[in-house]
């Protein structure tokens, strides 16, 4: 970050993919050699980036910190500025701040079994830990990932899929919502698919993003499992704007979610206010 | 011992004056029925013998400002090719507000510790503190709605100014409260004043004697979070309330704001704006899901963020200055005090019954608050606390 932290870095966008009808991906890259070369995040941070003209909204930055050629961000058009984005193309400029935030504990989960459990475009802040985790893959346990989306076209990543699933150290699994012509792999919500893969929670911690319906029951299946809170990791939503704690609206309590957060425990959760 | 001194009270606006050839001076005066902080007009006067109708927050921290400024140049070769040229605009204009209060000049304070304190300096608000001189004018007497007394202020309090003036017989005495302060001494319209420091003393005196007794709000870090799932009192205390916001802007502790880009074809600025946490969209999220969608959360949210969060992470300061101008201005007639009293005061009914059998009676949702776990949810805040400060030391060094 620039010492004027409202200043965005300028980047260009290297390529653009199409994950979905919803979400694009953009590998951008920073101009500025010296800010490029001092880049430095951890995985689950995010960043904020610029439609000049229209505004900035935040995404976690999806590529590993062991990958630096670009940074990765993928955008599900919802609103004015995810729109704006959508327009862009490989070679236009954008406005990075970034990083934002925290990032998983990845130190502290070294030596440990790891359970992703993604949801959608919430398997995006996944990725990045994933991705860090297979790049250091001695460093960690067994590693099993449950990933799901409503349909087959709306799953992002799939050009990575096949790659995942036949990795002998990465345990994958796929799954849709309902039946659809020529899916081979898991039919059903995704608590139910992760009930059925019954993960131990012995040594191990689960993470997981998505829908935020979809958190809720998830983390009942863990739970069941016999996971504490605080085997339980996940990354927030909220409204943001500064995105370093100032500007007041993404608090749950004491808590500021772009500068405490995104990631919690479900644990700490729990100490917060009702108020998610 | 601090310098002092003394002008006369029709060499005022000569002073004023002179200050005015350095600095922009903002001063308040009568417009239609409000009192106003605007730039010194000596023709129009100043008016300062009642608390103004708003505080002077736009000299550092404007409704609206320009961040940053933007423009797309094209590549005439190829014109789809557009380069972005991304500047800041640190704000240079320096400003003196004279005839604020203690209650004006406090509120900055609770701007200091976010602004400035924290990880990441905010450079505009830091750039505008430093060129922006406080001349406070002590309290004659506290209003009905004045409660500077019990949030660790009073009529007098220099904390936040950078001088201090007392009217005294025929005049004002003035002391300097920080170096800032000391350049604004040098007039030959300033006399030594310090024979006027007793009758200044006996002026604040009975400017303290004339409060109104303190509210206490001893606890309400803790009882704000006692009472946070109990849905019926905060309905309670939000019935009245229109969501419009009044009491946001006329704030001098509220530093909320927005983020907002104007575009004007190829240029355009990025903008920060005054916010306001009384409104829906505040909160809203891209996915449509909103964590505060009801005016009796927001509400909570206000006064939870003034007497229990910010005082949580700031060393148990208040993020309130007594000013009364919520109270004053809020048009049904919302009390913040009564509020964060009623919290305080509150006894759950149910948990009074029958203590033992409380946590059965909803076993799908959190326990309802009781008296019996104030304790509790004090020593959660505090572990929590302890967390944080090791959290981003473990996180964010991995992250610079």
Known sequence: ?276 | MAQTKFIKKESLSAWLEELGQAHTVLAPRFEGDSIIFRPYDSEKGVFIDREATAPPKKAIFPQSETLLEYSQIKDMENLTKIAIDVKETIPTTTYVVFGGRPCDARGFTMFDRVYLDGDQVDVYYKARRENTCFITLTCEKGETTCFCNAVGSGPSDPDGSDLLITPVTDGYYIECVSTKGEGLLASSLLTDGSSMEGEATKYKQAADASMNEAPDFTGSPEKLLAVFDNGPFWEEMSDKCISCGACTYLCPTCYCFNITDEANGLKGTRIRSWDNCMSSMFTSEASGHNPRPAKANRLKNRVGHKFSYYPDIHGGVISCCGCGRCIKSCPVGVDIREMVKSAIAFVDPTAKEVPAEEPKAAPTEKPAPKETSVKAENTSAKAKKNKKSKKPASKKKGAK
């Open chain 1, 1 to 276: 970050m620039t010492s004027n932290p409202y200043l965005p870095a300028m980047a260009t966008i290297q390529e653009v993919i199409e994950e979905t009808p919803t979400i694009k991906t953009f590998r951008v890259t920073l101009n500025n050699p010296q800010i490029k070369k001092d880049f430095n995040f951890g995985p689950g941070q995010v960043g904020q980036l610029s439609a000049f003209g229209i505004g900035e909204a935040t995404f976690v930055i999806n590529s590993p910190p062991t990958r630096m050629d670009y940074l990765q961000f993928s955008v599900m058009k919802t609103g004015e500025v995810t729109s704006m984005l959508h327009t862009l193309s490989a070679g236009d400029q954008i406005g990075v701040r970034a990083p934002l935030g925290n990032a998983f504990p990845y130190e502290d989960m070294k030596g440990k079994d790891i359970v992703f459990v993604g949801g959608g475009i919430g398997m995006a802040p996944l990725r990045t830990l994933l991705l860090f985790m297979l790049d250091n893959r001695k460093d960690y346990g067994k590693i099993t990932l449950l990933y799901g989306a409503r349909s087959p076209v709306d799953m992002a990543f799939s050009y990575e899929l096949p790659e995942w699933l036949e990795r002998d150290d990465l345990d994958t699994h796929l799954t849709i919502d309902a039946e659809f012509e020529g899916w081979e792999h898991n039919v059903g919500l995704i608590p139910n698919v992760l009930l059925d893969i019954n993960p131990s929670p012995e040594n191990c911690v689960a993470v997981t993003c998505g829908p935020p319906i979809m958190i809720k029951f998830t983390v009942q299946a863990l739970a069941k499992l016999g996971f504490k809170d605080e085997q339980i990791y996940t990354t927030l939503e909220k409204r943001m704007k500064c995105g370093i704690g100032i500007c007041g609206r993404c608090n749950i309590g004491t808590s500021y979610v772009c500068q405490d957060g995104p990631v919690y425990t479900y644990a700490q959760l729990k100490e917060l206010p009702n108020e998610m």
